[in-house]
């Protein structure tokens, strides 16, 4: 079945304490993508990457950090995870990176940073 | 600043009426245009692209692009309560991010 995997799909942490979110994708596709959902403020982009190695930044990337050393993880690592980073995370990946909008999205991961 | 706008809703229709979703975008240079459906707790889903004026049909959907207007809609026909959800505009814009408007939200009384 094709999907995009996220993990941890739930997570409350504290302020400081690294964290790392993994995302996996089963359909070779050459583009992947970190957003953020928060009320009212609708889909941000973080980061995305064009294909292996080659990482950007998106709308909101203060306090993120992504690495694409192989083609099917995309994991989003945070470092000092601080309250304003509480909010729902997708993980989202495209066949081609020409057709960038034509995203399959994972599940979703829930973070809470206390 | 580069922006996608939806009236975020809620838009309610009874069953079996049309319901229209309504998109505009402040790039000139954008060139691909997409239609997501969010359901309360889910993920984004593609439901439809457009990248060219005019209309596009699947099924009970039909996206409309004006690029001179910089608008984009979605149209549903035959609308059932299982359409009841957030619908999120998308804007490709050259060489920067895919923009999602806020959403609009669609509730389909039965």
């Known amino acids: 079945e094709a999907q995009v995997t996220q993990n941890p799909r739930y997570l409350i942490t504290v302020t400081g304490k690294k964290l790392t979110v993994t995302c996996s994708q089963n359909?070779?596709?050459?583009?992947m993508s970190w957003y953020r959902q928060d009320p009212g403020l609708g889909l941000r982009q973080i980061y995305y990457?064009?294909?292996?190695?080659?990482?950007d930044k998106g709308d909101v990337p203060e306090g993120y950090k992504v690495s694409r050393k192989e083609k099917r993880n995309f994991p989003l690592i945070l470092e000092s995870p601080s309250p304003n980073q509480t909010s729902l995370y997708f993980c989202?990946?495209?066949?081609?990176?020409?057709?960038?909008?034509?995203?399959?999205f994972g599940e979703g991961s829930r973070l809470t940073v206390l | 600043q580069k922006e996608v706008e939806q009236n975020s809703g809620p838009l309610s229709v009874p069953e079996g009426a049309i319901a229209s979703l309504n998109c505009t975008y402040s790039d000139r240079g954008s060139q691909s245009f997409f239609w997501y459906r969010q359901y309360s707790g889910k993920s984004p889903e593609l439901i439809m692209s457009?990248?060219?004026?005019g209309d596009k049909e699947d099924g009970r959907f039909t996206a409309q692009l004006n690029k001179a207007s910089q608008y984009v809609s979605l149209l549903i026909r035959d609308s059932q309560p299982s359409d009841s959800a957030t619908y999120l505009c998308?804007?490709?814009?050259?060489?920067?991010?895919?923009?999602f408007g806020k959403g609009t939200t669609l509730s389909v009384s039965s």
């Open positions: 998308a804007v490709n814009i050259p060489g920067a991010a895919l923009i």
């Open positions: 990457s064009m294909n292996v190695e080659v990482t």
């Open positions: 457009i990248y060219s004026n």
């Open positions: 359909m070779n596709h050459e583009y």
């Open positions: 989202a990946s495209s066949l081609s990176r020409r057709i960038t909008g034509e995203l399959f």
